[in-house]
């Protein structure tokens, strides 16, 4: 979606690390598009060399030499004005990109990310690994986000998580929007008592969200609407979470080519997250479908809809249940929250965010100095 916006009045190059498969992708909002291999080894590989790493997981597996190597060469053939590194894990980037300015735009303080990810672990040795890594994370944004000429991030949480880590960061704030034209509202599902989870199931946040609503709130909601399901739509689902559809009346999707035609035969859409940190394009979405939503504090952190108008906020397994058992009962309920959900997107589109990143490249621009 940023992209679609900026390719209106800017020329973009993408440079990515990918799967080779991507490269054959079209691109359709780049001039040039450059690809190069990301570091892929067995899990339990990864893992075990992180141990003795200096650097956190999740940025060792975005290294690559070789497109360290490209980027200067491709900055000048052409003619970059502002790179956008998007996503923390690319800070060390900038490096490569001396002669550029550069905007960072971490998705999510990772650091904090990680710390509740330990406190959320199932058991000791994933509580005690999520610590060690969220050590080595707090170190590398520390040292890599200040080589960034700009940085932003999409809710103010994440700015004051930042300015604690290192308080010369002064992190702008730009909210993500949503594109309301492709995400709109379509006809009200037949059925009644289907809930709906809309997340990729790769991402270790959401996984966690959907083991939990199904183990631990879905039961309470079944045990007074019998015949109520649930679908998970998302992504690449782990093992764990392909094993929930051995389960009566929960259905998993796997990968869909379009996600619209599942979130419009739900009843009620539900963001069960734990874990805080970013701002879920997902929940975007539902609320721009006009589709009733159950979510809990975190799920709608840098989200300014309102508890009771757009959407339902519980944050405990009992509430929850009760929120969601309360909508799937509630026709009109359901329909004063899709409409003012669908209102409330409106006024949230990319069309705003694009113009704060746009004014924030050009802010960089005008304060780089070549190192």
């Known amino acids: 979606n940023l992209a679609r916006g900026l390719a209106a009045r800017h020329t973009l190059t993408l440079a990515t690390l990918s799967a080779a498969s991507d490269a054959h992708a079209p691109q359709p909002y780049f001039q ?16 075990a060399y992180s141990f003795f790493d200096a650097l956190p997981l999740w940025a060792r597996v975005h290294e690559s030499a070789e497109l360290r190597a490209a980027l200067p060469e491709i900055a000048a053939r052409a003619a970059i004005h502002v790179a956008h590194l998007d996503t923390g894990v690319l800070a060390p980037y900038a490096v490569a990109l001396k002669n550029t300015p ?8 990772l650091t904090t990310q990680l710390q509740d990810r330990a406190r959320h672990a199932a058991d000791w040795r994933m509580r005690g690994a999520m610590r060690v890594q969220a050590r080595k994370m ?15 991030v999409v809710t103010e949480r994440e700015r ?7 308080p010369n960061l002064n992190a702008r704030v730009i909210p993500n929007g949503v594109d309301t034209e492709y995400f709109a509202p379509q006809a009200e599902p037949v ?7 809309l997340g990729a199931l790769d991402y270790a946040p959401n996984q966690h969200a959907a083991l939990y609503f199904v183990k631990t709130i879905f039961p ?3 045990r007074q609407l019998p015949q109520a399901t649930v679908t998970l739509i998302g992504r690449n689902p782990s093992a764990e979470i392909r094993a929930l559809a051995q389960t009566p009346r929960i259905c998993v999707t ?8 599942y979130v419009a035969s739900q009843n009620v859409l539900v963001a069960p997250i734990l874990e805080a940190g970013g701002m879920k394009f997902k929940v975007l979405e539902t609320l721009a479908m006009g589709k009733a939503l159950v979510a809990t504090s975190a799920a709608m952190e840098g989200i300014a809809a309102r508890d009771g108008a757009e959407f339902l906020l519980a944050d405990d397994a009992e509430s929850f249940a009760a929120a969601c058992v309360r909508a799937l009962r509630d026709e009109t309920l359901r329909g004063a929250l899709a409409r003012k959900a669908r209102a409330w997107a409106l006024r949230h589109s990319w069309k705003n965010s694009v113009a704060q990143y746009e004014a924030l490249y050009q802010e960089a621009l005008d304060a780089f100095v070549v190192r």
């Open 254 to 261: 796997s990968t869909v080519d379009d996600v619209r035609p």
């Open 138 to 152: 707090r170190r590398f944004e520390t040292r890599y986000y200040p080589l960034a000429t700009r940085l932003c």
């Open 32 to 47: 040039n598009a450059y690809f190069f291999s990301q570091r892929v080894a067995p899990r339990w590989r990864k893992w």
């Open 220 to 222: 309470r909601i079944a």
């Open 102 to 109: 550069t905007v960072l735009a971490p998705h999510d303080v």
């Open 160 to 166: 004051a998580a930042l300015q604690t880590l290192a």
């Open 191 to 197: 059925g009644a008592d289907r809930i709906g989870f």
